[in-house]
């Protein structure tokens, strides 16, 4: 979905925006200053910045760093699978891990994203602190489903997915400062309920028992949380917002445009029901998002110092 991180080089993976130490010394306060650094991760056919200028978290990273936090925006394959996009996340954790000299991470993914943290968290328990994913499909997308549903597989459908996907992929990448390989149906294939369903029992840590209740809060020494918001057409002047009105028409259930709440679920649930939808939950576009209503910043900030508040 819109919305998890590519390989890229050491110097690369400084925290977001870190060209002067906290911007001075400036800092307002500590509210956001968590022992470990915070990692961001984005979901399919997502990016860190295109042309050093559009941020994909638009203005929560420095929202983060304003109040004391260490940063870091990764960036995988905006078009893979699951276990592909999570091994070139853990790529880059482990150099984070190395530079930042924290020995664990606390990661936020979103949507896709939300499902290459838990690979990590899998298969390197030892480097993650906790893990937190937004508006993401562990149980599932019905959209996914659909499109699958409707490809022929290896027809002419599946291939113009495949080369339109990809080639979006490739220059999302180029415009970022990365090139990593594309594979759009594997990414779709990913995020259907079957697909889920089988990489659920590989990396299931935080999964809820039952359909739309709560997962654990720990396993493993890791913390576990989710948030989404279930409102896809916020804002009248934000274009996005049509088409993921279109797209939520898809789910039978309250949905962000693009993914179904209870499918959301992970962990501690700390809301699903934000008044936001797919892009809003990172303060997208450009931070249009709903009048009067909860500032994504502000859910990135408070769950910074619950992680504080934890010891995380």
């Given at each position: 979905m819109v919305a998890g991180c590519a390989d890229t080089a050491p110097n690369d993976l400084a925290p977001a925006g870190e060209a002067t130490e906290n911007q001075d010394q400036g800092l307002?306060?500590?509210?956001?200053?968590?022992?470990?650094?915070?990692?961001?991760?984005?979901?399919m056919a997502g990016f860190d910045s295109l042309f050093g200028v559009v941020d994909y978290f638009h203005g929560i990273e420095s929202s983060l760093k304003s109040?004391?936090?260490?940063v870091y925006v990764t960036q995988v394959p905006a078009f893979a699978s699951?276990?592909?996009?999570?091994?070139?996340?853990?790529?880059?954790?482990?150099?984070?891990?190395?530079?930042?000299?924290?020995?664990?991470?606390?990661?936020?993914?979103?949507?896709?994203?939300?499902?290459?943290?838990?690979?990590?968290?899998?298969?390197?328990?030892?480097?993650?602190?906790?893990?937190?994913?937004?508006?993401?499909?562990?149980?599932?997308?019905?959209?996914?489903d659909m499109l699958r549903d409707n490809l022929t597989e290896g027809g002419?459908?599946?291939?113009?997915?495949?080369?339109?996907?990809?080639s979006l992929g490739t220059v999302l990448g180029l415009l970022s400062g990365s090139s990593n390989p594309q594979d759009a149906v594997s990414a779709l294939e990913s995020l259907t309920t079957e697909g889920t369903t089988a990489y659920n029992k590989t990396y299931g840590a935080g999964l809820p028992a039952t359909w739309c209740g709560q997962g654990e809060s720990m396993k493993n020494g890791i913390r576990y949380f989710s948030w989404s918001g279930t409102d896809a057409?916020?804002?009248?002047?934000?274009?996005?917002?049509y088409a993921l009105?279109?797209?939520?028409?898809?789910?039978?259930?309250?949905?962000?445009g693009l993914v179904g709440r209870c499918s959301s679920h992970l962990g501690v649930v700390i809301r699903d029901d934000y008044?936001?939808?797919?892009?809003?939950?990172v303060n997208q576009l450009f931070g249009v998002t709903a009048i009067l209503a909860t500032n994504p910043k502000s859910v990135f900030r408070a769950h910074a110092n619950r992680l504080k508040g934890l010891g995380l």
């Open positions: 307002t306060d500590a509210y956001t200053q968590t022992k470990y650094p915070i990692v961001l991760c984005h979901g109040g004391g936090a260490k699951t276990e592909a996009r999570g091994e070139a996340l853990l790529q880059q954790i482990e150099d984070i891990v190395a530079i930042s000299g924290k020995g664990k991470v606390n990661l936020i993914g979103h949507s896709h994203g939300g499902l290459d943290v838990r690979y990590v968290a899998t298969v390197r328990p030892d480097l993650v602190a906790s893990v937190t994913s937004v508006g993401s499909p562990h149980g599932g997308a019905d959209l996914a002419f459908t599946e291939g113009v997915l495949s080369f339109f996907a990809g057409f916020t804002n009248v002047l934000d274009s996005s917002d009105k279109l797209s939520g028409l898809v789910y039978d259930d309250a949905n962000d008044k936001m939808n797919h892009l809003d939950e």
